[in-house]
């Protein structure tokens, strides 16, 4: 059911010792709208691609001061208003001690859990001690960062790192992994109840370290009909954000279920997460209109057009903007940062977001 309450009052920055981000995933409208990228540290950077040479993605990952640099990197060429934690959602089965390795040209490879005999093999009692590289990371981070700048951890969602589990690698369909949760369920659920407790155990600990918010990605969502969405989407992330919740009721959760269409506003709703962020495909004002004014939302700028800059760019990511203006907003992506993306369009956007006026004053 829609709320039509009106929003509270517009903060126009800058506000004095405020952060803009964790202001809009609070509730509060924000001008202009907060801001960071998914992958916003990766390798259209110059200063990113000179780490990726001498050391490699896990190491990178897995090395305090390697992934402080690189979480830093995009902050001190644009400012983003967030900063999401170099890592990988990958690094949960990793530490439960499945096999992992990133190919070039190929992407993640693990050594498949596709029997009962694999998944009895995981440790999930490692987790903790495994991450205490990130956990560092995430300490730092918050003595490096600018005041205003939020600090954000993040997850895989149980269905979406199941589906590299089962699979072993990067897939376009993940039968595999849609196929055990059809013809093995008892197998199945046991991966995604594992997943489900390690990953709330893992963002509890990122959130003692210093995270400020969590992000939730579940990439493959849409992969899945209705009703199974419901069972290994919506009620895992409930799971999790309930957990965190117990701990910590003042951390605000993101939520993204990519390519979810319809059901996203019914995810948003039932999950209890406080951001829906949106993919490229969804319509921020139809999505608007399922949820209530308080919930903010996230995205959704085509990573394309970021790669072809212009005035495109500019007026697509400003419509976004104008769209959301008397509610809550986090300009994003509706994905990562393309590779290929120049750097001067990610600073043409931040000055598109930043110099605009509202468009209810004249």
Request: proline share 9%.
């Amino acid at each position: 059911m829609t709320c039509n309450s009106p929003p509270t009052e517009t903060i126009t920055r800058p506000v004095s010792a405020e952060k803009p981000l964790l202001r809009a995933l609070s509730g509060h409208p924000v001008w202009p709208p907060p801001m960071w990228l998914m992958r916003q540290a990766g390798r259209y950077l110059p200063e990113f691609r000179a780490y990726r040479e001498k050391s490699p993605f896990l190491t990178r990952c897995l090395t305090p001061d390697i992934a402080t640099e690189l979480t830093l990197q995009p902050i001190r060429r644009f400012g983003m208003d967030g900063a999401i934690l170099f890592s990988d959602i990958l690094i949960l089965p990793h530490a439960m001690g499945q096999a992992l390795d990133f190919v070039e040209n190929l992407g993640p490879v693990l050594t498949p859990i596709r029997d009962d005999a694999a998944l009895e093999a995981l440790r999930p009692e490692a987790v903790t001690s495994f991450i205490s590289p990130v956990l560092e990371t995430l300490r730092h981070l918050r003595r490096a960062l600018p005041p205003t700048t939020s600090l954000l951890g993040f997850a895989g969602s149980p269905f979406t790192v199941s589906c590299y589990m089962v699979e072993g690698r990067s897939s376009r369909d993940y039968s595999m992994t849609r196929e055990a949760m059809l013809k093995a369920p008892a197998f199945y659920d046991r991966l995604i109840t594992l997943l489900t407790d390690a990953t709330a155990e893992m963002l509890i600990a990122q959130i003692d370290a210093g995270a400020e918010a969590v992000m939730l990605f579940d990439s493959w969502a849409g992969l899945l009909p209705p009703g199974l969405f419901q069972r290994y989407v919506i009620a895992p992330t409930r799971q999790i954000v309930t957990a965190i919740r117990a701990q910590y009721p003042y951390v605000k959760i993101i939520g993204f279920p990519r390519l979810a269409g319809v059901m996203a506003p019914v995810y948003a709703r039932e999950t209890g997460i406080d951001a829906l962020a949106c993919d490229t495909g969804a319509s921020l004002e139809i999505v608007a209109k399922s949820l209530p004014d308080s919930m903010a939302l996230q995205g959704n700028l085509d990573p394309l057009i970021l790669k072809a800059g212009g005035d495109a760019l500019t007026r697509e990511a400003q419509n976004i903007c104008r769209s959301m203006s008397h509610r809550p907003h986090i300009f994003n992506l509706g994905h990562g940062v393309m590779p290929e993306t120049p750097p001067e369009h990610v600073a043409m956007l931040v000055e598109a977001i930043r110099t605009q006026k509202r468009p209810d004053i004249s």
